[in-house]
């Protein structure tokens, strides 16, 4: 096998790779956990004790 044919075939896996990649994103099973964690951020739960946890650092880094 030359080095056109490996070339060849490389491109050939890595296009395999990315269609596999776009598929297992794109799917319905994955579409909620996304979802979740797109919106996670805006969570009022995560967003308060955050804000404490980073308070209480600040004020053991002053003393």
């Known amino acids: 096998m030359d080095y056109i044919t490996w070339r ?37 739960n995560e967003l308060t004790s955050t804000t404490k946890e980073s308070t209480k650092q600040e004020s053991k880094n002053n003393e």
């Open 8 to 44: 060849s075939l490389y491109t050939i896996l890595v296009f395999v790779l990315f269609i596999g990649v776009v598929w297992w994103a794109y799917s319905k099973g994955r579409k909620r956990r996304f979802d979740d964690a797109a919106k996670s951020i805006f969570d009022e």
